[in-house]
């Protein structure tokens, strides 16, 4: 994966989803969820990582969590999985991966759309249909957010630094695996990485993708979802 660009660094927090290996259910019984919880706060105390929201369902988690340094999200997220597959699998009797893939992680980079992702967090068992308010799920830390939660922390204008993001991150895809855009555009594999890392890391739409490593759309998205 290319390195952070500086605009990237420029937020503070990060929307994390880890899902079960093809989508199983992973926390199964209520003590597993405590036990994962349980691994993530002690932790989040051990490294430079803050934990704003959280919410566990059975297969997947959402995790809002707050850092100044990008690296130690990397860190938290591998010793959290790891800790927790080894306790899943010696409890279950079983071997092989708990998690699907890497986990997904989303920047939030305005007031609006941190709220709007604390808000999703809690409402993910409302949509389940496991309960009819956010604040009736037992495994989630809902409370409501007070909005001096953004002081002190810089937040870009997305609309405005979208472009100069995507071009960045481009750009360093380039430089780390030594190619131009028209070698990578050849290179199937290596495309559809890039297409990705641009989507799932740093949340930049299809449409913007395809216009700025000028390929079709469609092109794109089938790549994305392959």
Not at 151 to 161: A, L, N, P, S, T
Request: proline fraction near 1%; aromatic fraction near 12%; glycine fraction near 2%.
């Amino acid at each position: 994966m290319p390195r952070l660009p500086r605009s990237y660094i420029k937020t503070s927090f990060l929307h994390v989803m880890t899902q079960g290996i093809n989508k199983s259910y992973i926390f199964e019984k209520e003590e597993d969820i405590k036990q994962y919880i349980k691994i993530m706060k002690n932790l989040s105390k051990e490294q430079e990582i803050e934990i704003i929201a959280y919410c566990i369902m059975n297969n997947h988690a959402h995790i809002l969590i707050k850092t100044e340094d990008l690296r130690e999200l990397s860190k938290y997220m591998q010793r959290l999985n790891t800790s927790y597959g080894k306790y899943y699998n010696q409890k279950y009797n079983r071997v092989g991966y708990v998690f699907r893939d890497r986990y997904q992680s989303e920047g939030i980079y305005s007031e609006e759309h941190l709220y709007n992702c604390i808000k999703y967090i809690y409402e993910n068992p409302v949509k389940a249909g496991i309960c009819n308010k956010a604040e009736e799920y037992l495994y989630s830390n809902y409370k409501k957010i007070d909005k001096e939660l953004k002081e002190g922390y810089v937040f870009i204008d997305v609309k405005e630094d979208n472009q100069r993001i995507c071009e960045e991150i481009i750009e360093e895809f380039l430089i780390e695996n030594k190619m131009k855009l028209n070698e990578v555009k050849k290179d199937k594999e290596k495309l559809r990485e890039l297409v990705i890392i641009l989507k799932r890391e740093y949340n930049i739409s299809l449409r913007k993708i395809a216009k700025e490593i000028k390929l079709n759309r469609e092109t794109v998205r089938k790549l994305y979802n392959n």
